[in-house]
């Protein structure tokens, strides 16, 4: 599926360059530099970010807690296991 058509980029591309190691994008631009691209006009910055928040995910591996607005998926499945008051 394609998720960032300025760049043509599909999600399996996204996936590709998630290796684990030093090397491994921590941001959605890094992952424009790690494709050789970079971003046009961003809408689908918060997709890849959920991309690579699933992979993380997948790996075991606790995503990066940079959204504090409640909108990626890591963020809702925690909302979604706390507690409500
Ligand atoms: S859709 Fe990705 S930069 Fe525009």
Do not use: F, H, W
Request: proline share 9%; net charge positive.
């Amino acid at each position: 599926m394609i998720v960032c058509s300025c760049n043509v980029l599909s999600d399996g591309d996204v996936k590709a360059c998630l290796k684990p190691g030093p090397d491994c994008p921590r941001t959605p631009a890094q992952v424009y530099r790690c494709l050789g691209c970079s971003p046009d006009c961003g809408r689908c910055a918060r997709t890849i970010r959920a991309i690579m928040d699933r992979a993380l995910i997948d790996a075991g591996v606790e995503p990066i807690a940079s959204c504090r607005r409640g909108c990626c998926p890591a963020a809702l499945e925690k909302a979604a296991a706390e507690p409500r008051l």
